[in-house]
């Protein structure tokens, strides 16, 4: 996947824009290491399982062993670490945003050797309640404003709740041939489909 997006982004000239994705089910590590090394900004959505070093002035005392996300997140909450309270666009309800500098437990030679960054920022975001963290997110750019990272977590969410679903109304996953010139028509007919439904919808609600 990484490979994919580094050729596409080179091949077509594309600008260098920051990545955002969920990798909750992916190698979060390996792919943030990846991007990181080839220079590309990014945000990755992470389980709450991923070991992390800790890494910040306000949790003293927890950089030489890593522990789990959620785990972090937890303490940043309990008052050691940086935390914000933003509104979330529905009346009267706000979202709890925790960041905590860490480190990756374990990085590739490009990174260690200083071609790449090796600093991120985790950032653990909720309503604040029992099943707090209700999201986990890792980004490479560690001296970002909150907000802003706040922001591209919001494109990721409209992707999930409206892009997906609009994609397999339209019969993205349907492809039931064995060619990959077969699979690419089908892909670029529903994708066709895809944009103008999306057209189509805006229309109506101007």
Avoid at 17 to 29: F, G, H, K, Q, S
Avoid at 44 to 65: C, F, H, N, Q, V
């Amino acid at each position: 996947m990484v490979s994919a997006y580094l050729e596409t982004v080179s091949r077509l000239h594309l600008p260098r824009c920051p990545v955002t994705l969920n990798a909750e089910r992916l190698d979060a590590i390996s792919i943030s290491t990846r991007l990181s090394a080839a220079g590309v900004n990014h945000i990755s959505r992470i389980a709450g399982d991923t070991w992390l070093l800790p890494d910040d002035p306000a949790l003293p005392g927890w950089g030489e062993s890593p522990l789990q996300a959620s785990q972090i997140a937890h303490l940043a909450k309990a008052g050691r670490g940086r935390v914000a309270v933003f509104p979330t666009g529905a009346p009267d309800a706000m979202e709890l945003v925790a960041t905590v500098r860490v480190r990756l437990p374990s990085v590739l030679d490009t990174v260690r050797r200083g071609r790449g960054r090796s600093e991120f920022l985790l950032l653990a975001v909720g309503r604040g309640g029992s099943s707090w963290p209700e999201e986990l997110w890792l980004t490479d750019v560690a001296t970002a404003d909150p907000a802003a990272l706040l922001q591209l977590v919001g494109h990721s969410r409209r992707v999930e709740c409206r892009g997906v679903p609009r994609a397999e109304r339209v019969g993205i996953r349907d492809f039931v041939g064995r060619s990959f010139a077969g699979w690419h028509r089908h892909a670029t007919l529903a994708s066709v489909a895809h944009a103008a439904t999306e057209l189509a919808e805006r229309r109506l609600a101007a």
